[in-house]
């Protein structure tokens, strides 16, 4: 069965980077599309960035240039590096991508921004 599990979360303060990434055990099927959401306490969940197969990329409104979404060759892992971190920042980030119909989700990694 294939899962997509996300790493790299944790705890930084302001103007630090991060790096998740999200990989798809189980498979090798390369993906179409990968995205980004996160989802902030009280909030409903939104998409920071996507990735598509073509290599081209997409992110959120509320993303400014301190988010880049990348993918390893395969295309079953993809990376969300966040650079200059801020306390809005401070989230569950999961990964999606669909699979025969459906969309697979990730368990998510939390990242709290805090000094």
């Known amino acids: 069965q294939v899962q997509l599990v996300e790493s790299g979360g944790g705890s930084a303060q302001p103007g630090e980077s991060l790096r998740l990434s999200c990989a798809a055990s189980g498979s090798r099927f390369a993906f179409t599309v990968m995205s980004w959401y996160r989802q902030a306490l009280g909030k409903e969940r939104e998409l920071v960035a996507a990735i598509y197969a073509n290599g081209i990329t997409k992110y959120g409104d509320s993303v400014k240039d301190r988010f880049t979404i990348s993918r390893d060759r395969g295309g079953s892992t993809i990376h969300l590096k966040i650079n200059s971190l801020k306390s809005e920042d401070t989230a569950v980030y999961y990964c999606?991508?669909?699979?025969?119909?459906?969309?697979?989700w990730g368990q998510g990694t939390q990242v709290t921004v805090s000094s």
């Open positions: 999606k991508a669909p699979y025969y119909g459906r969309d697979l």
